[in-house]
């Protein structure tokens, strides 16, 4: 009969091995994160904007909302005819020119029809200035250049502090008036 020693499985080896190994790849890891590393860009708006995330309060980013879903409507019936009155976009349910619970709870403005030659605004007087403020939402003369794209009419929305007329809708005179152009910003807290 032959006897056979069978000694105990020792770890100590393959478990040195093991951490070895983790550490090895914890090591490549943090040097390619540090290599690939580089500063966040910061978009910096100019003087005259605001950010739409951060600049404006809730009842101003629901309307800044509304006004960018009116414009694409407002921007249809101008390649086919006339510029809509506020009063007709309100008859139509169009928010925000509709006089509705919401309207009123977004600070009940006030809407009128501007015009500076080709050029469209709609200036909503806040009835609540400390609810929302004064919006503009201002549509260019068109520039010519559709690029096959229907209307080549740009919306941009603007606000200011107080009730604010707008007499010229350049952004020259706006901005001398003491408003504010409502801008997106996207940086890396942006997440989608």
């Known amino acids: 009969m032959t006897r056979v020693v ?3 499985a020792g770890a100590g080896r393959e ?7 983790c550490a090895l790849v914890v090591a490549c890891a943090a040097t390619v994160a540090t290599i690939r590393a580089r500063p966040a860009d910061e978009a910096v708006l100019a003087a005259w904007r605001i950010d739409a995330r951060d600049g404006l309060n809730a ?3 629901g309307l800044n909302a509304d006004l960018a879903a009116a414009a694409e409507d407002i921007r249809a019936e101008l390649a086919s005819g006339e510029a809509p009155s506020p009063d007709r976009l309100g008859e139509e349910a169009l928010p925000p020119f509709a006089k509705d619970a919401t309207a ?3 600070g ?3 809407w ?3 015009r500076d030659g080709e ?3 709609y200036l909503g007087v806040s ?3 400390a609810t929302a403020r004064t919006l503009l939402l201002r549509i260019a003369a068109p520039s010519g250049d559709t690029g096959g794209h229907g209307s080549d009419r740009k919306a941009t929305v603007w606000a200011h502090p107080s009730a604010g007329a707008a007499g010229r809708l350049s952004n020259e005179a706006l901005i001398a008036g003491g408003w504010k152009q409502v801008a997106s910003r996207y940086d890396a807290s942006v997440t989608r």
Not at 15 to 21: I, K, N, P, Q, S
């Open 6 to 8: 069978v000694r105990p």
């Open 15 to 21: 478990t040195l091995f093991v951490a070895g190994l």
């Open 59 to 61: 009842a101003e980013q």
């Open 104 to 106: 009123a709870r977004r």
């Open 108 to 110: 009940g403005h006030v």
């Open 112 to 114: 009128s029809l501007v």
């Open 119 to 121: 050029t469209l605004g």
């Open 127 to 129: 009835g609540d200035a």
